[in-house]
């Protein structure tokens, strides 16, 4: 909810829109912090690059919650991406438009359409995915233009990874005011969602009016800031593609283990305390997650940004009273996942997966995920493995938060990208929609990538799919002139679930059976 203060302030801010905004001249925003000056793209959205959010956390602020931005005087340019932060290059489909990698890297990007404060449009803020240690808000497929387009002002968000975005540690907990330690990453979320309360009406964007979106780990970071007291006031909607902070895709840990695990990361690093590891250049820091000897980070219940885990938080319906719009792809997971690496989809490593999953249950399992010829044990080792990995939290997500009566909508996206521009003639098709597979589509942006022959099913699968997109942007609702109706999916007898495809359409929950086993098995963990 947006207090009068935060109103005030927003209102002083878009004041001044300087000359740009029409005619030839290169637009120019004054911000509470300082005049930047961007660029007027050919479609005549204007869009602005590399804006801080928040000062750059290096040196002391190195594992620190985000600091305010100085105040900066004359005009910044806002051309140009800020630099990714700091991340090996571990998946092969990122492809940035940043200024290199640095720790300083706590910059946002905005696209307006909007030709004056008063215009007040709807505001979507997407982060990016990555399981939380590689992406950036540069890349092609999250770009904000084709959005904004329709209406809405877009904003991508970069925030910090890895051990820079997630390292607890007593140490750190001591010097906190909170006392808290780990979830940086995700407290530059929430420090730039209060830039956008603070600053978007200068950009035309209504601070009431904010949507959240995500994919992977930024699906959960949507989840994440829908729980979070820091957070959950900015927002208005949210939408999730794949993946909620809810066992098992990266579910928080306690603070007492997590501050164990920065115990050991110093070790492995040689530091023997949190100044000698500020003292190491990030790179140096950087590279020890690369050793086999790194324990992996992520989230904690820090007591601070959490004040219980997100699954406490939603059972207990306290979470952003907001309308949410989530679901997930057809192949989020292969059927190595079950059966093993190599081995082919018989009855034996069906049944041996399923034993070695679960001892205790394995026959429950045969009977929810029922199989039998190579075929069905192919797709049924696909769905199983598809649920363990991410799934499974995004549907207990929306079975919560559709029971507080808020607007839910559950989708399923099936359509499977088509082949590679350079693909050999006989490569083997996908056998459904893999994990991230919908980005582009859902945000408008098949062009920004040249690795598939797009054809004209998928430009109508992105049609529709950025459609309902943007009209729960502006609506809360992603219904709309010329698209099938989708209901929502907020429980009772029978929640139906959209289909999205070369024909979309709303279809009974056909699942659910597989959901409530999973969810007896994570119960008993």
Not at 88 to 99: A, G, L, Q, T
Not at 106 to 133: C, E, H, K, M, S
Not at 462 to 480: I, L, W
Not at 485 to 498: C, D, F, I, L, S
Request: charged fraction near 20%.
């Amino acid at each position: 909810m947006t207090t009068m203060r935060g109103l005030a302030a927003a209102v002083a801010v878009s004041s001044t829109v300087l000359a740009g905004h029409q005619g030839a001249a290169a637009p120019r925003v004054r911000t509470a912090r300082g005049t930047i000056e961007g660029t007027t793209e050919a479609s005549g959205v204007r869009s602005y690059k590399g804006i801080p959010f928040a000062a750059p956390p290096v040196g002391d602020l190195r594992w620190k919650a985000p600091q305010p931005v100085k105040n900066w005087s004359g005009v910044r340019q806002a051309v140009q991406f800020g630099p990714r932060c700091m991340q090996r290059p571990v998946f092969s489909d990122m492809v940035f438009r940043s200024n290199g990698v640095s720790e300083d890297c706590l910059y946002l990007n905005v696209w307006t359409p909007a030709t004056a404060p008063a215009d007040r449009l709807p505001v979507l803020v997407y982060f990016f995915g990555g399981g939380y240690i590689a992406g950036d808000g540069s890349e092609p497929r999250y770009d904000g233009e084709s959005m904004a387009k329709k209406g809405i002002v877009a904003l991508t968000v970069n925030y910090r990874l890895t051990v820079f975005g997630f390292l607890a540690h007593p140490d750190l907990t001591k010097e906190s005011p909170h006392p808290a330690s780990g979830n940086y990453g995700l407290l530059d979320q929430a420090a730039a969602l209060r830039w956008v309360h603070d600053n978007i009406a200068a950009f035309g964007g209504d601070p009431r009016r904010v949507t959240i979106a995500g994919e992977s780990a930024g699906s959960t970071s949507v989840s994440a800031q829908m729980a979070s007291p820091l957070s959950k006031d900015l927002i208005a909607g949210a939408i999730g593609e794949s993946g909620a902070l809810i066992n098992p895709t990266l579910g928080p840990v306690p603070l007492s283990d997590a501050e164990q695990t920065g115990v050991k990361f110093a070790a492995a690093a040689g530091a023997a305390s949190i100044r000698a590891l500020r003292t190491m250049s990030a790179q140096q820091v950087l590279d020890v997650t690369a050793r086999q000897d790194a324990p992996r980070l992520g989230p904690t219940v820090d007591g601070y940004l959490f004040q219980k885990t997100p699954l406490e938080i939603y059972t207990a319906g306290q979470q952003a009273p907001v309308p949410l719009l989530a679901g997930w792809n057809s192949a989020e997971s292969g059927s190595a996942g079950v059966l093993g690496r190599g081995a082919e989809p018989t009855a034996e490593s069906y049944a041996a997966g399923l034993k070695r999953l679960y001892p205790e249950s394995a026959d429950e399992a045969a009977r929810v995920y029922a199989a039998s010829t190579p075929e069905e044990i192919e797709q049924a080792a696909t769905d199983l493995a598809s649920d363990r990995f991410i799934a499974y939290s995004t549907w207990k997500w929306l079975e919560l938060h559709g029971q507080t009566g808020k607007p839910t909508y559950r989708y399923y996206y099936s359509r499977p990208r088509p082949a590679m521009t350079n693909a050999a003639p006989d490569a083997r098709p996908a056998r459904g929609a893999v994990h991230s597979a919908e980005i582009e589509y859902a945000m408008g942006n098949l062009d920004g990538n040249k690795v598939y022959a797009w054809t004209d099913d998928d430009r109508k699968v992105s049609q529709t799919m950025q459609e309902y997109f943007a009209n729960f942007v502006k609506n809360g609702d992603p219904n709309g002139p010329g698209l099938p109706v989708w209901p929502r999916a907020n429980g009772g007898e029978t929640v139906q679930v959209m289909h999205i495809d070369v024909t979309t359409r709303a279809e009974p929950e056909r699942n659910r059976a597989r959901y409530l086993f999973l969810d007896r098995m994570f119960q008993k963990r």
